[in-house]
């Protein structure tokens, strides 16, 4: 499998952003069957996913509508985003098995570094036990189109969690945030970057080529 993680510098404005996955979407779709990410940080902002068909929000940090699964999250300084754009194989169409690769991913990345991450029966993402019970503490929302799939995951390095409050998270009522922050791991953003770029292809390759 061929793939590309790019790492950007500095924080991604998101309309620009998106604009140029759009632009890797529209590239794929007759093209080859690869994966280009685009790994990255943005300033403070909320997106709303298609799941949110009415809401009421107030807040001076900004609320993007967007093309992914999923409610409402948070994004900003201290988090990791990873955009994909992977048109998958005819032998790996399976988009339930590719949110799983997601999430064994930062399962993966999380053991690392000492984190116990794991599934819940809430919904999709990454999750930890903390004293205060049961946090999330990685996000998964993909768009499928013609069996490109796009957007991605997001991690909580060190973000501002007070930004949180403002929301229920991925629309999971009574469920907190964290981050590895939080969980008393300083791991830099350029160590988790090293750990995820290193764990891509051979998680991949465990769950997407060789399970069943």
Request: a neutral charge; aromatic letters at 8%; proline letters at 3%.
């Amino acid at each position: 499998m061929e793939y590309e993680l790019r790492i950007e510098n500095g924080f991604q404005p998101y309309l620009e952003t998106m604009q140029e996955m759009e632009r890797r979407v529209a590239c794929v779709k007759d093209g080859a069957e690869k994966v280009s990410a685009m790994v990255l940080e943005h300033p403070a902002l909320y997106t709303a996913g298609v799941g949110v068909k009415n809401h009421s929000f107030h807040s001076e940090i900004p609320l993007y509508t967007t093309t992914r699964g999923g409610k409402v999250t948070y994004h900003g300084p201290g988090q990791r985003v990873i955009y994909f754009v992977h048109k998958l194989p005819v032998s790996e169409r399976d988009i339930r098995k590719y949110i799983y690769f997601l999430e064994e991913w930062l399962i993966v990345t999380l053991g690392c570094l000492g984190i116990n991450g794991l599934r819940h029966k809430d919904g999709t993402g990454v999750w930890v036990n903390t004293a205060s019970g049961v946090e999330k503490i990685g996000a998964i929302g993909v768009r499928l189109q013609g069996w490109v799939v796009s957007h991605g995951i997001s991690l909580n390095i060190a973000p501002n969690l007070n930004h949180y409050k403002d929301i229920i998270p991925c629309g999971i009522e009574g469920r907190s945030v964290t981050s590895l922050k939080e969980l008393g791991v300083r791991a830099s953003m350029e160590e988790v970057d090293q750990i995820l770029i290193d764990s891509f292809d051979s998680t991949y390759r465990k769950v997407m080529e060789v399970c069943t």
